[in-house]
């Protein structure tokens, strides 16, 4: 198990979430992907991105249902700022995570959390779990509590 893996799986743990991590053997470079894999809805793929606050410089980390994509467009009226995608090398820094395998949470440092409304409709969802060929499933509620997300509207 990689370290990424490992620092997800104590997150979880230390969240009080019972799911295990799973490995797909095809991994889950989009949502499209993770979704044949795990047999769900591609709703149900919480896509971890990471922005920047074009005025803060601060990262935020978006939990976005695989059926939406972020419209940056409305990003200060829904994060009270603009954003950008954030550099590959400050993702990995700060979060301890590559691109395409960006967890939900287990992060290295603190980062501002935003969760997509729509992934609430869903009794289950699947976030990657720190590499693109490894997964676990929540309820999304819990997934909110865990990573002590802030809803927002993008569909």
């Known amino acids: 198990?990689?370290?990424s893996m490992k620092r997800v799986e104590a997150a979880i743990a230390g969240a009080g979430l019972e799911t295990q991590i799973v490995i797909l053997p095809d991994g889950a470079r989009t949502a499209a992907d993770a979704a044949r894999s795990c047999h769900c809805d591609v709703g149900q793929i919480a896509k971890s991105m990471i922005f920047e606050g074009e005025r803060s410089g601060a990262l935020k980390?978006?939990?976005?249902?695989?059926?939406?994509?972020?419209?940056?467009?409305r990003a200060e009226e829904l994060f009270g700022e603009p954003l950008q995608r954030a550099d590959a090398k400050r993702v990995r820094a700060e979060t301890g995570f590559a691109i395409g395998g960006v967890a939900p949470l287990?992060?290295?440092s603190q980062i501002e959390t935003w969760m997509d409304r729509t992934l609430l409709t869903y009794a289950l969802v699947w976030g990657a779990a720190g590499t693109p060929h490894s997964v676990f499933s929540v309820s999304p509620d819990?997934?909110?509590k865990a990573t002590g997300a802030t809803l927002f509207d993008m569909g």
């Open 142 to 144: 819990e997934l909110q």
């Open 106 to 108: 287990g992060h290295l």
């Open 61 to 73: 980390l978006l939990l976005v249902s695989g059926a939406h994509e972020v419209d940056l467009s």
């Open 1 to 3: 198990m990689s370290k």
